[in-house]
C-alpha cells in the first residue's frame, strides 16, 4: 500500500498533475500519501465525518463529504465529476490539468484502481501551472524538498499547509463547538 500510494505522490511531480483524488472511508491511505509530501492538493473524498476532520491536521489533504460510501462505477464516476467541479471552483486544482485518481484500496475491495482523469475546463491554464513549476520534460524530481522555489511557494494550485499549528486552550475554547472550528481550521498540536 505505501509503495503503491509513494508512486503516486511521485506521479504526480512527474507528470504535472493538478490534484490527487483519493476515495478513503479509513483515512490510511490519504495520510500515506501525504507523508511524500506531493507537490498537489489531496482531495480526500469520504463519507465518514471523523476522516473529514482528520484531514485538516495533515500537509495538503482537504476533505470532500458524500452523503454515503461510493457503490459501484456509475456512482463513482458520478461523485469523481462533482469532486473536480469542486476542486476547480474551491481552486484546489487548475481547470484542464490531469488529476490523478485512486479508489479500491479498501480491504473489502477487490483491487485498487488508479487512474487519470482529465479536469474539466481550459487546457491553457496547464502551461501556466507547468511554467510556474519550472516543470521540464527532460528532467524528473525525485525528492520534493529539493524541487521548492518562490513561484512554487507562491502559486494558488499549491498546497498552502506546509507548517504545524500549535493552539494554547484557554477558557474560550473549552467547549466541544470550539474545538471543532480549531480542528476545522488546520490545528495539529493542542496543549
Known amino acids: 500500500l505505501e509503495a503503491l500510494l509513494s508512486c503516486v505522490a511521485k506521479n504526480a511531480v512527474d507528470i504535472v498533475a493538478g490534484v490527487i483524488v483519493i476515495f478513503s472511508e479509513h483515512g490510511v491511505s490519504p495520510r500515506l500519501t501525504a507523508k511524500y509530501r506531493p507537490c498537489v492538493p489531496i482531495i480526500v473524498v469520504t463519507s465518514s465525518e471523523q476522516i473529514a476532520r482528520h484531514c485538516n491536521g495533515s500537509f495538503a489533504l482537504y476533505p470532500y463529504r458524500i452523503d454515503k460510501p461510493v457503490k459501484g462505477l456509475k456512482h463513482g464516476a458520478e461523485v469523481l465529476e462533482q469532486v473536480l467541479k469542486w476542486g476547480v471552483e474551491t481552486k484546489k486544482c487548475p481547470a484542464g490539468s490531469t488529476a490523478i485518481v485512486v479508489k479500491g484500496l479498501c480491504v473489502n475491495d477487490a483491487y485498487p484502481i488508479i487512474q487519470m482523469k482529465q479536469i474539466p475546463g481550459n487546457p491553457s491554464m496547464i502551461e501556466a501551472a507547468q511554467k510556474q513549476n519550472g516543470a521540464d520534460n527532460n528532467s524528473t524530481v525525485s525528492i ?48
Not at 150 to 173: M, Q, S, W, Y
Open 144 to 191: 520534493r524538498c529539493n524541487a521548492i522555489s518562490l513561484d512554487e511557494v507562491c502559486n494558488e494550485f499549491h498546497p498552502v499547509r506546509k507548517t504545524k499549528i500549535i493552539v494554547t486552550l484557554g477558557p474560550a475554547c473549552m467547549g466541544a463547538d470550539a474545538i471543532g472550528k480549531l480542528l476545522d481550521a488546520g490545528l495539529n498540536i493542542a496543549r
